[in-house]
């Protein structure tokens, strides 16, 4: 069975961190991909990380800030998040990908519960 937990979620200050976890099952070989939808925003994509290679994506709005990284011993995705800024609030979601482009990817799997990243003075 294919499952995808979220947890680490949080409310930070500007400038804070966050470290988010993504747990699956029977999916080791699999791209992964962390998106996020903000109220009132269509969902979209923001970093993602192969299965195979270790290679990563991220879109722009997170290059230097973000670090997605896999312990494929624990079955897990991390997505570290610092300098944290007011528009990353969002419901932050995880899910298998086809596709290495943290712009464009889509997803393979259903959506789990998210964990909610609220940035806020």
């Known amino acids: 069975q294919v499952q995808l937990v979220e947890s680490g979620g949080g409310l930070v200050h500007p400038g804070g961190s966050l470290r988010l976890s993504c747990v699956y099952s029977?999916?080791?070989?699999?791209?992964i991909g962390w998106f996020r939808q903000a109220p009132g925003k269509e969902r979209e994509g923001v970093s993602c990380i192969s299965g195979t290679d270790g290679s990563t994506d991220y879109v722009d709005s997170v290059k230097g800030r973000f670090t997605i990284s896999r312990d494929f011993a624990k079955k897990t995705v991390y997505l570290q998040m610092n300098n944290l800024k007011p528009e990353d609030t969002a419901l932050y979601y995880c899910?298998?990908?086809?596709?290495?482009?943290?712009?464009?990817?889509?997803?393979?799997?259903?959506w789990g519960q998210g964990t909610q990243v609220t940035v806020s003075p």
């Open positions: 029977n999916l080791n070989y699999y791209t």
């Open positions: 899910a298998a990908v086809a596709r290495l482009d943290a712009g464009t990817m889509t997803p393979l799997t259903s």
